[in-house]
């Protein structure tokens, strides 16, 4: 009797302590467009995991550069032809907002740096700085070439610039997400594009705390989306000079002028390439947009904030 | 008289030399959780401890540990002095517990004393290591009851064979009292 | 016969409750699994931090000083595991691949230690 009185009051006390409240959240991790992207659900019960990671996987392969996949014209099919491609209305899409985006900001978001982009990723696995000829060709070769758009979704490149849409699909996809999910009527989620490209509804009605971490500090925030661009997601360092992944389609240049932009708004596909130019731009020229196109905007050099949208409360 | 002292003399020396053989051999039996033995040589310690006395216990337990580590190259490691501190500790736990309950069996007793063997091993391990090593804690702990009581067991049964019989001991005082 | 061992059962059976709870409160804390950093402590005392969430899904090697022989560990998003080791038992490199805050790998032999800790702070997004 002793003993199994014993028995019973451990079991009961494990019990207790194993059985930690069980939500409903649902949580993925996938690695699209060479990014680990994680979704995450807090109390939803009607998502349907499938049919965003097939959303997320067409767009994935319509939008990869490098590789050719059966029955499907993708940006590598056009790429790799002088002729016009039929693509998807998605490509298709896409490949019109960008040269939208490109536009708008006056160049520096440039579609067509496919080639530069590559050479530097090469010279940031190496560690080596590219050859200044090299930069200088790939540069004229931007100069010199053009997307032509026909009817009937048909694309071509003329000239021999490649494309490469780094700098929006991440954002272009969460803007669809964001809309696929404001249809269905989700909103307690989180969608973090490798702490890049971030799209927020509310955590069970709370706000995100969003850390940054070469400040220390951070900013609360829900139902919107987020778009940063930091030079140490991917660089290396030469007599002192740090090269990063953001190339000026202009100058062939890799170095950017700040650390880090936080760029944050409703539109997902704007946060991704403002994130992305304002890491080319001046502090001046950066609020200048900001103000005009209603962004709020974070900006640090050297571990230190240069400039902080006044709406922005940071916490420690 | 002198018969006796031959046979103790004897006696010792096998339980010694028993001691280091069981160590060594159980050094090469791996149980997956890194610092668990079997304890099949604290079974010896532990016969000695309740046959004689402590302080042959004791002497025992030295010439194990040194002479095992030599033998494995291992001596002056971190493995040595862990089994050091471990085998002292546990002993002087058990001469108290003993002295404090005269009701125990060698099953409580060697118990705790398998858990003051780990206990003395890892605390020499946060020492050397730092705090990390608090991570292995209890699950060795509890690894440590379990061959405790096997170790008792082992004991009980073994310290009824004859050889042990002829010695004034506590575990033939026990019998007597019965 | 088992009256004679009462006193026994009820010091074991304490000593097996007290360090069973031990363990589940010890291992049940999941520790976090996204966010982490590295500190590997190596046989000079020497801390290396390393930004698990800034690696690639690609493997990469570096060598941590030991105290008999220098180890291989291996680092990769979000994990990490030791490769190559001289210690006899090589219970470090049977740890495998540790991607959560709650388990450090130590290698007794060799004076090294790894422990993956959360930069996030509770933060549930981390630039």
């Known amino acids: 009797m002793y003993s199994k009185k014993r028995i019973f009051i451990s079991l009961l006390f494990a019990s207790l302590l194993t059985s930690c409240g069980s939500s409903s959240n649902i949580s993925k991790n996938i690695y699209p467009f060479s990014t680990y992207l994680t979704i995450n659900f807090y109390n939803e019960n009607n998502v349907n995991i499938d049919e965003i990671t097939n959303i997320i996987d067409e767009y994935d392969k319509l939008c990869d550069p490098y590789n050719a996949y059966d029955g499907i014209n993708n940006l590598y099919t056009i790429n790799n032809s002088n002729d016009f491609i039929k693509v998807d209305a998605k490509l298709y899409d896409i490949l019109k907002m960008s040269i939208d985006a490109q536009e708008k900001t006056n160049g520096y978001f440039n579609p067509l740096i496919g080639n530069l982009s590559l050479t530097w990723k090469e010279a940031i696995e190496n560690k080596t700085l590219p050859n200044d000829d090299l930069i200088s060709k790939e540069i004229l070769e931007i100069n010199n070439s053009s997307l032509e758009f026909k009817d009937d979704y048909m694309i071509k490149i003329n000239g021999e610039a490649n494309l490469d849409l780094g700098g929006i699909t991440k954002g272009y996809v969460l803007s669809i997400l964001k809309d696929y999910l404001a249809t269905k009527n989700i909103t307690k989620y989180l969608i973090n594009g490798g702490n890049s490209s971030i799209i927020l509804g509310n955590k069970n009605g709370e706000e995100f705390k969003v850390g940054i971490n070469n400040i220390g500090a951070g900013f609360k925030a829900k139902e919107t989306s987020i778009g940063t661009s930091s030079v140490d997601e991917q660089y290396f360092e030469v007599n002192g000079i740090t090269y990063s992944h953001i190339i000026n389609p202009f100058t062939g240049s890799a170095v950017s002028k700040h650390e880090t932009v936080v760029v944050i708004n409703d539109n997902a596909t704007l946060m991704d390439i403002y994130s992305t130019v304002f890491m080319m731009l001046d502090t001046e020229e950066i609020t200048k947009i900001a103000n005009e196109n209603n962004f709020k905007v974070i900006v640090i050099d050297n571990k230190q904030i240069t400039y902080k949208d006044s709406e922005i409360e940071l916490y420690v | 008289m002198r018969k006796n002292l031959i046979k103790k003399i004897s006696l010792i020396s096998i339980l010694a030399a028993l001691a280091i053989i069981l160590s060594i051999v159980e050094s090469f039996i791996p149980l997956g959780i890194p610092g668990v033995k079997l304890g099949l040589a604290n079974v010896v310690i532990i016969i000695s401890f309740y046959v004689f006395n402590f302080w042959y216990a004791l002497g025992i337990a030295f010439v194990r540990v040194f002479v095992s580590s030599l033998l494995l190259g291992t001596i002056f490691q971190m493995g040595f002095f862990m089994s050091l501190t471990g085998s002292i500790l546990s002993l002087l736990v058990m001469f108290l517990l003993k002295v404090i309950f005269k009701k125990l069996s060698v099953i409580g007793i060697s118990t705790v004393g398998s858990v003051f063997h780990v206990s003395g091993q890892i605390l020499i391990a946060i020492l050397y290591m730092g705090n990390v090593m608090v991570y292995y804690y209890p699950l060795i702990l509890v690894c440590s009851i379990v061959t405790g009581v096997l170790t008792g067991f082992i004991s009980l049964y073994v310290m009824k064979l004859k050889v042990f019989k002829t010695f004034n001991s506590s575990s033939n005082k026990d019998e007597q009292k019965e | ?127």
Do not use: W
């Open chain 3, 1 to 127: 016969m088992f009256k004679k061992y009462k006193r026994d059962i009820i010091l074991i059976s304490s000593l097996l409750i007290i360090s069973l709870l031990a363990c589940l409160v010890y291992f049940n804390f999941n520790g976090s699994s996204t966010n982490l950093v590295a500190n590997i402590t190596d046989s000079n005392n020497v801390v290396t931090q390393i930004n698990l969430e800034k690696e690639t899904e690609t493997e990469r090697e570096i060598i941590v000083d030991g105290l008999h022989q220098d180890l291989k560990v291996g680092v990769k998003h979000n994990a990490i595991r030791v490769i190559y080791s001289s210690c006899p038992h090589q219970d470090c490199v049977k740890m495998g691949t540790v991607s959560t805050t709650n388990k450090p790998i130590v290698c007794l032999y060799n004076k090294v230690y790894i422990v993956l800790i959360s930069n996030s702070d509770g933060n549930d997004i981390n630039i």
